[in-house]
């Protein structure tokens, strides 16, 4: 089972091939493909590597497919 750690959008998230994430502050259009460079952990099905603080030469290619924004909250004082 591959996986990686990832830190995108001020977080840290365990990413898989194939899977749908939720990832805050992306300003690139719908439809685009980005390269995540921030990656700080990858396990392949035989090996770990484990960055200090990031592995070198790892990326993550992701597809961004919509932009979603969450529900309006309101504050009184």
């Known amino acids: 089972m591959m996986y990686a750690i990832i830190e995108t959008g001020g977080k840290q998230l365990r990413v898989e091939p194939g899977r749908f ?5 992306l300003a690139v259009d719908e439809d685009a493909k980005i390269s995540i ?5 990858v396990q392949d099905d035989d090996a770990i590597h484990i960055g200090q603080p990031l592995v070198e030469g790892a990326t993550v290619e992701a597809t961004v497919m ?3 924004r969450g529900r309006k909250i309101i504050v009184y004082k």
């Open 66 to 68: 919509r932009h979603l």
């Open 21 to 25: 994430y939720d990832v805050e502050r």
């Open 37 to 41: 460079d921030k990656v700080l952990f």
